[in-house]
């Protein structure tokens, strides 16, 4: 079974610039959510997805962040504009219903905005 | 709010048993996890277990929960230094998104 597939790898870009993450789940998983982790914190949920439709987007900087999942699969994060402040590893994980116990990560797209 | 808290660093000799530390606020957390994360990769799960239960093993891995503390601890028996990387406890909410919440990362470094 394939993982959780996130592109970039990595990004760097100067702060006011636009930034887009793409994050392919586990195929038949509909739960898919966003993370971001600053260096040396835990990972903190921005916004949760079930199917095409959101579950959670309380800790989400809605004026910055965006996120679609468009057809139920894949998924787009965007930051426009960006601040240094958003430097950070943004890590996407999937599960199978939102009650399932297991939640599988991605390897994460690491951004450095200068 | 939610809260989890770990000590940030451990270290451990080869072939010693390795015990990590964590403590949450949520009483109503259903679950709780321990992922591990190597430099540079996503976040691997452990293990996780029930609110109800109060120990649960899986080969070199024993958690231990203290629910009436709101304590929760990870064994690795036998550590290798393969076992270096930051160790994460999370609690799920119990209600509504069910989301994580996470500590900030114990890191286990090995010593040959």
């Known amino acids: 079974e394939a993982g959780v597939a996130q592109s970039p790898r990595y990004k760097i870009i100067e702060k006011r610039q636009s930034v887009a993450f793409w994050c392919n789940p586990i195929?038949?998983?509909?739960?898919l959510y966003w993370y971001q982790q600053i260096l040396g914190q835990g990972p903190k949920l921005l916004i949760q997805?079930?199917?095409?439709?959101?579950?959670?987007d309380s800790q989400l900087p809605k004026d910055r962040f965006s996120a679609e999942r468009l057809k139920g699969v894949d998924s787009t994060l965007k930051i426009q504009p960006a601040k240094l402040e958003d430097s950070a590893v943004y890590l996407c994980?999937?599960?199978?219903?939102?009650?399932?116990?297991?939640?599988?990560f991605g390897p994460g797209t690491r951004l450095t905005v200068t | 709010g939610e809260d989890v808290e770990q000590s940030l660093f451990l270290s451990v000799r080869e072939g010693d048993s390795s015990v990590i530390n964590c403590t949450y606020t949520?009483?109503?957390?259903?679950?709780l996890y321990w992922y591990k994360q190597e430099p540079g990769a996503g976040l691997q799960l452990l293990t996780y277990i029930f609110s109800n239960m109060d120990m649960k093993q899986d080969q070199r891995l024993t958690v231990l929960l203290n629910k009436k503390d709101k304590h929760l601890s990870l064994r690795i028996a036998d550590t290798q230094t393969g076992d270096s990387a930051i160790y994460f406890c999370?609690?799920?909410?119990?209600?509504?998104?069910?989301?994580?919440?996470f500590g900030k990362g114990t890191k286990l470094s090995v010593i040959p």
């Open positions: 195929s038949g998983h509909a739960t």
């Open positions: 999370a609690e799920r909410d119990g209600a509504g998104s069910y989301q994580l919440t």
């Open positions: 949520d009483s109503s957390s259903t679950y």
């Open positions: 997805f079930q199917n095409n439709g959101v579950v959670d």
């Open positions: 994980a999937s599960s199978r219903p939102s009650g399932s116990m297991e939640q599988y």
